[in-house]
């Protein structure tokens, strides 16, 4: 036991002061510590501990000009988590409050995410603290092109294929890649997420969103339920959750509220399909608050602020979908006493460590984002697949994957639960442990270093 509490201890004293670190590792630790304990190759090779260090981390300064002709500054970041299962894989995000606590914790994160594809993927997240909002199209195209000046060296399609995540979509990845093929000389996969008419795969955008429902009704299915009338709640409204309340709306849900860093929306006579196409157009095209949605829908009512909770609305599911440590435990209280049977996780580590304990009392079914937010990074990777190829599969054919895919994945943690006799429906320990043995067994093949 000593030995094992050690491992905890020694990462958490060699990353000070990085809160959202020790979570995401602390999370990880306490399911597969019973591994651990049994199985002292394991512990003799520093397997946890070499998975919670990253292989290289660069960080670099990004120069840029803004449309007033003034010089600007950013930081800018690649962590370069795991190279045991593949290339490193992993979004890029464009946020100020952007800090190396974050970007390691996302990139440990998706070490076990991307093992659960089970494509050859490794792991790594990058970006920069810049503040995309409120910049002209010119000045987020001279600061990807300042980015990608630096990172060009450390990535390409061997090496480290970065994509989106929160602040980079569709238009940021179009100026990252020609940026790259500019440099570089090169037209090859080097980051994911491309638009479909240059080198892009079908549903990418979709991927994460539909994959996050697929996963969740594979889920209820397991319980005897389904989707159609729940009455559903989604944090955000950006890419995840726009393509999670289209695929919920599919099924025949209800969808009552979504939500910004402004404050959120509740439409009691929930959302259809035009609906979602102005929600659309509000945060993709005009890049504005939802507060305009209540303008221009009657049945909807704008909460500014963070006092009165989404999550205080009464529903059957919640899907966070915005960020990281967005549902305490007060929460998960809220909703278990609205009658919530589901939470299933779209944004990375949305949960805090108190609200994931208060699940683990509660009745509600809850499918961790490692798992459950998966599907974008597996069509990214069959992306990577489409580059290497040089040819490019139907939209059809990529939703028949996407499927595939998700299933494989809750296939592995029913799997995974029955091996290790964990709790019918604990879907937390059985995602970690299946992530852990495949990159533990990979690291321990190839040797240590
Ligand atoms: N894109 C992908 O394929 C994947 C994304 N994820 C995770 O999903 C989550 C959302 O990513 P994505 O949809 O791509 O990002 P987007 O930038 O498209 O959307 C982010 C949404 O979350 C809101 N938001 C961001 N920060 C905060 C905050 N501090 N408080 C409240 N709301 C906030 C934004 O509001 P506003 O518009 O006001 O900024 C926006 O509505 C992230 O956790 C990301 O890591 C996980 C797997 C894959
Ligand atoms: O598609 C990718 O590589 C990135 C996905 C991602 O960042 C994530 O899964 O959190």
Redesign the pocket.
């Known amino acids: 036991m000593t030995k094992i509490n050690h491992v905890l201890d020694s990462i958490k004293d060699r990353n000070p002061g990085e809160p959202e670190f020790h979570q995401a590792v602390l999370e990880v630790f306490e399911s597969i510590e019973p591994i651990l304990s049994k199985n002292d190759k394991y512990l003799e090779e520093k397997v946890f501990e070499r998975m919670a260090e990253p292989e290289r981390i660069i960080t670099f300064r990004v120069c840029w000009t803004d449309d007033n002709n003034q010089i600007q500054v950013n930081r800018g970041y690649r962590v370069q988590m795991n190279s045991a299962m593949g290339p490193y894989k992993g979004?890029l995000r464009f946020h100020p409050s952007l800090n190396l606590s974050i970007l390691k914790f996302?990139a440990f994160e998706q070490t076990f995410k991307n093992a659960l594809t089970g494509l050859p993927l490794g792991s790594g997240k990058g970006g920069a603290d810049f503040n995309p909002k409120h910049k002209s199209d010119r000045e987020i195209m001279r600061f990807c092109q300042a980015w990608m000046l630096e990172a060009q060296r450390h990535i390409g399609h061997f090496t480290d294929i970065p994509a989106?995540?929160?602040?980079v979509?569709e238009k940021e990845i179009g100026y990252l890649f020609g940026a790259f093929k500019k440099i570089r000389n090169e037209f090859q996969g080097s980051i994911t997420g491309k638009g479909p008419l240059w080198g892009g795969s079908f549903l990418r955008p979709e991927a994460?969103g539909y994959g996050l429902v697929h996963f969740a009704e594979y889920m209820l299915t397991e319980i005897g339920e389904n989707l159609e009338a729940k009455t559903c709640l989604v944090s955000?409204?950006?890419?995840?959750?726009q393509f999670a309340i289209e695929k919920l709306l599919e099924h025949k849900a209800n969808v009552v509220a979504f939500?910004?860093?402004?404050g959120f929306i509740h439409d009691e006579e929930g959302l259809n399909a035009e609906k979602l196409a102005f929600l659309k157009e509000l945060?993709n095209t005009k890049r504005e608050s939802v507060a305009g949605y209540a303008e221009k829908f009657k049945s909807a009512t704008y909460y500014e602020g963070t006092e009165k909770r989404i999550w205080s609305v009464p529903a059957d599911c919640a899907f966070p979908?915005?960020?990281?440590n967005?549902l305490d435990a007060d929460d998960v209280k809220d909703l278990d006493k609205n009658g919530v049977m589901l939470i299933a996780e779209?944004?990375?580590m949305p949960l805090t460590d108190p609200a994931i304990k208060a699940v683990q009392k509660s009745n509600i079914i809850y499918a961790p984002?490692k798992a459950a937010?998966a599907g974008?990074?597996a069509i990214s990777g069959l992306e990577m697949t489409q580059n290497r190829l040089g040819r490019y599969w139907p939209r059809d054919r990529m939703e028949i994957e996407l499927r595939v895919l998700m299933q494989g994945i809750h296939e592995n943690c029913l799997d995974t639960m029955k091996k290790y006799s964990l709790d019918k429906q604990d879907y937390l320990n059985a995602a970690n442990i299946a992530g852990f043995e495949r990159v533990a067994k990979a690291m321990v093949a190839q040797g240590s270093w």
């Open positions: 979004g996302l989106g995540d929160i602040g979509g994460t955000g409204s950006g890419n995840v959750s939500s910004d860093s402004t945060k979908c915005a960020t990281q967005e779209g944004a990375n984002g937010n974008g990074v």
